[in-house]
């Protein structure tokens, strides 16, 4: 619905990425006010000149894992906008695609630190914001990496597992403040990050490797960031008032079942 987001306030984290620019373009599109959050300065200014209706939006430089960054977030919203309304803590990176006994506990824990521990932070730093609103919206981009293993990928899956964990937990303790968590679970994405995951996969040939993974989706093509992006507007929006606690799969069917060749 094109105004379904008039009045909020959203922060999104990972912005300068795939999906995380494609959600601020539409939240804008549907009547929302974005923060446009992340590490990397040149990509915010990519995605914020996308954005016809500069009003309605404002960038900075935030690494997830640090608490005064966030909460730096959290009051360019305030100042800017007046509040928040909707936090999409969507930023994650994948790792190299390396068997767990050639993994360094560094390298796990740099993915789980961004991926999953900047989704704690992001909780923690945007709950009292929400709370002072009347409620709000916490989305988490999971991913069917959060329903199923993949092999030379377990950081990256145990950080997709954790977050739907750590969604039930807040949703829960969120409840009696009308602050509703999900998680939004695509399937692959036509981002950079499926682009170095299927190099990662096949070295030799990672097309062959994207057209394996298609095979393994029902309606046979990756997710476009504005399939997720979609997802997150209708949690986002008043539509979606009494979802709590879920996981949203936007996955054309991958994790519906075994598919027949
Ligand atoms: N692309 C896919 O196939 C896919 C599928 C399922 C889930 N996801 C998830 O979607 C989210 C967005 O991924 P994408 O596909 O847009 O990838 P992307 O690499 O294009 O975007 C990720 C963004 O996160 C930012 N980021 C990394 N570390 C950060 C940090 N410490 N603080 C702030 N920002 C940081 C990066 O700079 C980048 O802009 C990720 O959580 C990813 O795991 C992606």
């Given at each position: 619905?094109?105004?379904?987001?008039?009045?909020?306030v959203?922060i999104?984290?990972?912005?300068?990425?795939g999906?995380?620019a494609?959600t601020a373009?539409?939240?804008v599109?549907k009547?929302?006010?974005?923060?446009?959050?992340?590490v990397?300065e040149?990509?915010?200014?990519?995605t914020?000149?996308?954005?016809?209706?500069t009003?309605a939006?404002r960038?900075?430089?935030?690494d997830?894992?640090n608490?005064d960054d966030?909460e730096?977030?959290?009051?360019?919203?305030?100042?800017?906008?007046?509040g928040?309304d909707?936090?999409?803590l969507?930023?994650?990176?994948?790792g190299d695609v390396k068997?767990?006994?050639s993994l360094?506990v560094?390298?796990?824990?740099?993915?789980?630190a961004?991926s999953?521990?900047?989704?704690?932070?992001?909780?923690k730093?945007c709950?009292?914001?929400l709370k002072?609103?009347?409620?709000g919206?916490?989305l988490?981009?999971?991913?069917?990496?959060?329903?199923i293993?993949a092999?030379?990928?377990?950081?990256?899956?145990?950080?997709k597992?954790?977050l739907?964990?750590l969604?039930?937990a807040a949703?829960l303790e969120?409840?009696?403040?009308?602050i509703?968590?999900?998680?939004?679970?695509?399937c692959?994405v036509?981002?950079?990050?499926m682009?170095?995951?299927?190099?990662?996969?096949?070295?030799?040939?990672?097309e062959a490797?994207?057209?394996?993974?298609i095979?393994a989706?029902?309606?046979?093509?990756?997710?476009e960031?504005d399939d997720?992006?979609e997802?997150?507007?209708?949690?986002?929006s008043?539509?979606?008032?009494?979802?709590?606690?879920?996981?949203?799969?936007i996955d054309?069917?991958?994790?519906?079942?075994?598919?027949?060749?």
């Amino acid at each position: 619905m094109k105004n379904a987001l008039t009045g909020k306030v959203a922060i999104i984290t990972g912005a300068a990425g795939g999906i995380g620019a494609a959600t601020a373009a539409m939240f804008v599109r549907k009547g929302a006010k974005v923060v446009l959050a992340d590490v990397d300065e040149v990509g915010l200014v990519r995605t914020a000149a996308a954005i016809a209706n500069t009003d309605a939006v404002r960038s900075l430089r935030c690494d997830v894992t640090n608490v005064d960054d966030m909460e730096a977030a959290v009051r360019l919203a305030a100042d800017a906008f007046g509040g928040l309304d909707a936090a999409i803590l969507n930023a994650g990176i994948e790792g190299d695609v390396k068997p767990i006994e050639s993994l360094t506990v560094r390298e796990f824990e740099k993915v789980m630190a961004v991926s999953m521990t900047g989704a704690f932070v992001g909780l923690k730093t945007c709950f009292p914001a929400l709370k002072t609103r009347g409620g709000g919206a916490v989305l988490m981009t999971s991913s069917t990496s959060g329903k199923i293993g993949a092999a030379g990928l377990a950081p990256y899956t145990a950080a997709k597992h954790g977050l739907i964990g750590l969604m039930r937990a807040a949703a829960l303790e969120g409840a009696p403040f009308k602050i509703r968590v999900n998680t939004v679970n695509p399937c692959p994405v036509e981002t950079r990050m499926m682009r170095s995951l299927e190099q990662g996969f096949s070295p030799d040939d990672s097309e062959a490797m994207h057209r394996a993974l298609i095979e393994a989706i029902p309606l046979k093509r990756y997710a476009e960031p504005d399939d997720v992006a979609e997802m997150f507007a209708f949690l986002a929006s008043d539509a979606a008032k009494f979802a709590t606690g879920g996981v949203y799969m936007i996955d054309g069917g991958m994790l519906a079942g075994l598919t027949r060749a």
